[in-house]
């Protein structure tokens, strides 16, 4: 009998470690924690919508609900779930091929609001997919996975996908309207459409000027006051927010969306949207991204979540957070969300502002409460190329890792071989292929090593 408790209590990890929580000693820090990266999930919940091809106010909704549930189920006292660039980025492009698809399949007189629905069944039916994908990787105890995944391959990857990401934002930065492409090869259309926009002289001079001006203030702001003034506080300074309070305080004033037809952000319904089971019959078409997209944020997680926890001296349980992350995605697929995963700049963030453990997503969560429900209609005039900014500034981080190129050449031929094929396959194919290429290579250099090690001992 006590096997059994002790195996639900290990299931469900708050269940462990609320009734001993120590109000006085923690409560002040989670609170500090969770409004601060509250305050950090508006913006990027609304910024990164763009990526998956939704509406801003599904940001906000991947934002609030997922985070609420890992708080139950999850081992990381820190990681901070909700909208992930790469995530989005893969769940866009699935969202963009198989809502093709069904539309092409309904004929060609829906509606905006009917294409917007089948959108979000697409991502829903997805969350739903990648849930129990995670499930199953848990219950056949696929940890091992998590080993072949080296993290030659997730750098190479995660910065493939990041220009990937950029270059889904430079339509908006330049104020043009492009049609979307998909499949292998894609970035090069993309590059092709915009190049002939400029030539085409058809880029909004307002909107690229409003855009350049955002992102200088908004790098130099976040990458060279912020150091300075991180020695004085630990809270961080909301810059995403600032810039999004600005912008529509300016947007309004000036009407620039009339006047100068400058893209805006439109109606932000209020409340919690309602729940609706996700339709499973389209499981087909979205398993292989669903399995790629389970993996990714599994890793993410777990490679974020161990960082954080060796620096606090707890355990991650790695099978456990298959289950957790399982359910997370199981229980968002019954409302307009889309995948979440671990954002690592969140993270840091989150543990900088002192959070100790998961109530901080309560906290979290009072935050995107008070927006869905008060704040936000006053930021339906904000700037869309606002949102892509936001975006391209937050990629500092990723686009760092390509200095990996010199440095793992210096260090081992191998893993330089692996980050590079992944990263070039990311970017000249998609990012799925280039995940998978990825493996397939560091697996055929393992062989290699393997083969010459054994060549070596025999002589």
């Known amino acids: ?20 929580y120590d109000v006085k000693q923690n409560l002040i820090n989670d609170i500090i924690g969770g409004v601060t990266v509250g305050i950090l999930h508006v913006p990027q919940g609304m910024a990164y919508a763009s990526l998956v091809g939704l509406k801003p106010v599904y940001g906000l909704y991947t934002s609030l609900f997922p985070s609420l549930i890992y708080m139950f ?27 093709q698809e069904l539309v092409a399949q309904n004929g060609t007189n829906l509606t905006k609001a009917e294409i917007e629905g089948i959108s979000v069944d697409v991502v829903k039916s997805l969350g739903l997919a990648i849930g129990m994908i995670q499930i199953i990787m848990g219950l056949i105890k696929a940890n091992y996975l ?24 430079l339509n908006k930065i330049l104020g043009v309207a492009l049609p979307r492409h998909t499949g292998m090869g894609k970035l090069f259309y993309i590059y092709r459409d915009l190049l002939n926009s400029i030539l085409d002289d058809k ?28 020695a004085k506080t630990r809270i961080p300074i909301p810059y995403d927010l600032f810039l999004i309070v600005v912008g529509t305080a300016v947007s309004s004033y000036f009407a620039i969306n009339s006047n100068y037809h400058v893209k805006i952000v439109g109606h932000i319904p209020t409340g919690f949207p309602s729940p609706a089971l996700p339709d499973v019959s ?3 078409k979205i398993v292989g991204d669903a399995l790629a997209i389970a993996i990714v944020s599994v890793v993410v997680t777990v490679s974020m979540g161990k960082v954080i926890a060796k620096k606090h001296d707890y355990v991650i349980d790695v099978r456990q957070e298959f289950f957790a992350l399982g359910i997370v ?15 690592l700049a969140r993270t840091l963030i989150n543990d900088n502002a002192g959070t100790k453990t998961q109530i901080s997503a309560i906290f979290a969560a009072m935050v995107l409460t008070l927006v869905l429900f008060f704040i936000g209609p006053l930021l339906e005039n904000l700037p869309t190329c606002f949102l892509s900014c936001i975006v391209i500034v937050a990629l500092r981080g990723m686009f760092l890792h390509l200095t990996n190129f010199w440095t793992l050449w210096r260090i081992s031929k191998y893993d330089w071989a692996i980050f590079s094929i992944t990263f070039l396959s990311t970017v000249c194919l998609d990012v799925v292929p280039g995940l998978f290429i ?13 083969q010459r090690w054994l060549a070596k001992k025999k002589i």
Not at 1 to 20: N, V, Y
Not at 81 to 90: D, E, N, R, T, Y
Not at 329 to 343: G, I, L
């Open 1 to 20: 009998m006590k096997k059994g408790t002790s195996g639900w209590r290990d299931f469900i990890p708050i269940t462990k470690w609320l009734p001993s």
């Open 73 to 99: 189920f999850g081992t990381s006292r820190h990681v901070s779930l909700g909208v992930f660039a790469v995530v989005s980025l893969m769940s866009g492009s699935c969202n963009l091929r198989v809502t």
């Open 146 to 169: 998590i080993s072949y995944l080296s993290d030659q391959i997730i750098l190479g990857f995660t910065t493939g996908a990041a220009v990937h990401v950029l270059t889904a934002q």
């Open 329 to 343: 995605a199981s229980f968002c697929s019954m409302f307009p969300c889309w995948p979440a995963s671990t954002a």
């Open 282 to 284: 389209i499981f087909g």
């Open 438 to 450: 990825g493996a397939v290579a560091a697996l055929l250099f393992s062989v290699l090593r393997i």
């Open 203 to 230: 880029v909004n001079k307002i909107t690229l000027a409003a855009s350049i001006a955002a992102i200088v203030i908004l790098y130099i702001a976040k990458y060279h006051l912020t150091p300075a003034l991180c």
